[in-house]
């Protein structure tokens, strides 16, 4: 090894233990019905995806619980609502369909992650089944489920992620409109919060 950097599997487990039975045997090639009920549960959950290029991605998608729909054993349909446009997500899965998906209930330590391969589609009736309040996604995520397990707490139990007495005085932050003003140069902070905050009201879906 240079530098002390890892570059084969075999490597790592020098540093590793070898992952459990117990560990392995929870991984199913399918929803079942503790999969399925915590999707049902579950309002946000993280896309990962991969441009076949060596560039990869992950995109936050949150509604209401259950927003990630389950079609059968294998199949999820996550709706894609309008966002800014750059469409990382969905060009990557044009050029790679395996995605990675982390499911998070809030209170909740554990999560669920899912693999699997995806499409895009804008089959009008899908869109129809997953509108909100009138107003239908752009398109749809179809995900074949190749893979899914529940994942331990520890790294929410780590983070205290859903303990309240640890949440930060957002005051302490510059707003976002002050971060995109001075990441982007020539525009004014007091604007873009102006402009985002309207965003957040009116397109939302």
């Known amino acids: 090894m240079s530098d002390h950097v890892i ?69 999820l349909l996550l709706p894609d609502r309008p966002g800014n446009n750059r469409l990382d997500s969905l060009q990557n899965i044009i050029r790679n369909p395996a995605v990675g998906l982390l499911f998070m209930i809030p ?39 190749t893979a899914a397990y529940l994942h331990c707490g520890k790294a929410l139990i780590r983070s205290h992620l859903w303990d309240p007495s640890t949440y930060i005085d957002t005051k302490s932050l510059p707003t976002a409109g002050k971060m995109f003003a001075d990441q982007m140069g020539g525009l004014d902070a007091d604007e873009l919060d102006a402009y985002l905050e309207e965003g957040y009201k009116t397109t939302l879906y």
């Not at 487990?13 to 199913?28: A, D, G």
């Not at 079942?32 to 959950?45: G, L, T």
């Not at 669920?112 to 749809?140: F, H, M, Q, W």
């Open 7 to 75: 570059t084969t599997i075999e490597d790592l487990y020098t540093l590793y233990k070898q992952p459990s039975e117990r560990v392995k045997q929870k991984q199913l090639d399918r929803l079942d019905e503790h999969c399925r009920n915590f999707i049902a549960h579950a309002p946000f959950v993280a896309l990962g995806t991969n441009g076949g290029d060596g560039t990869a991605d992950t995109s936050p998608r949150g509604d209401a619980p259950g927003f990630v729909k389950v079609v059968d054993d294998t199949t």
């Open 107 to 145: 209170g909740f330590k554990e999560t669920l992650r899912v693999n699997g391969n995806a499409e895009i589609t804008t089959d009008p009736a899908l869109l129809e089944e997953n509108a909100v309040g009138g107003k239908l996604p752009i398109s749809i995520i179809r995900i074949k489920v």
